[in-house]
């Protein structure tokens, strides 16, 4: 079956550490992004990355880095200036090309500080 | 800039109305319309496009009113399925193909 995996479900970050989010698409998708939500909030774009070695900041990229190395994966990490970390974090795809088709989503990770 | 969503709630009783507004300050070129559900990702449920018609889905259906810059999703004959939060998603900058989302409008109907 095509999709998003994202892993692991639930991290726990401790101070000063530098995590790691996974974000994997079997979907042949050329873009892919990463989105953060907090409680009762909208989503907000981190990064994004319309082709392989290559990648944008969004909105709220501070704190955070990425690498698109090949084209089904684009982790995510979190690094220790990222102050507030605790949300929950949804890695989308979509083609690339046309403005037809829209992004979908991954099931997310859910990240705690400890 | 963020899309403006209204009503930021409702309530409704098993097969009443609803209609869910997402409004931009920006030129649109398409505007996405997602349900989520309580720990759950985003689930897309349809997209409209600059010059395009209105979408239809079951029950549910969106308008785009290119002139407003602006959208509305309307829910008809509700069920209880139907709950969840919903956020619009705008592309709005040239080249910039990933959304901006709305605050979202959390709906829910009880029986």
């Known amino acids: 079956d095509g999709g998003i995996t994202q892993s692991p479900k639930y991290l726990f970050r401790k101070e000063g550490q530098n995590v790691t989010l996974s974000c994997e698409q079997n979907l042949n998708h050329d873009a892919m992004y990463w989105y953060r939500q907090d409680p009762g909030q909208g989503l907000r774009l981190i990064y994004y990355?319309?082709?392989?070695?290559?990648?944008q900041k969004g909105d709220i990229a501070e704190g955070y880095s990425v690498s698109r190395e090949k084209k089904e994966s684009f982790p995510l990490t979190v690094t220790s200036a990222q102050k507030n970390p605790t949300a929950f974090y949804l890695c989308a795809s979509s083609i690339e090309g046309t403005r037809q088709e829209t992004q979908y989503f991954g099931p997310g990770t859910r990240l705690l500080v400890l | 800039q963020q899309p403006v969503q209204s009503p930021q709630a409702v309530i409704l009783r098993e097969g009443e109305d609803a209609v869910i507004n997402c409004s931009s300050s920006?030129?649109?070129?398409?505007v996405h319309w997602y349900r989520q559900k309580h720990g759950e990702a985003p689930v897309f449920l349809m997209i409209l496009l600059k010059g395009g018609e209105q979408k239809g889905h079951e029950k549910i259906s969106a308008s785009f009113n290119e002139k407003k810059q602006q959208s509305s999703l309307y829910l008809t004959a509700s069920q209880l399925s139907y709950s969840g939060t919903y956020f619009c998603?705008?592309?709005?900058?040239?080249?910039?193909?990933?959304?901006?989302f709305g605050s979202g409008t959390r709906l829910q109907v009880q029986p």
């Open positions: 998603g705008t592309e709005t900058p040239p080249g910039r193909r990933a959304l901006t």
């Open positions: 990355s319309q082709i392989v070695n290559d990648f």
């Open positions: 920006k030129a649109l070129y398409s």
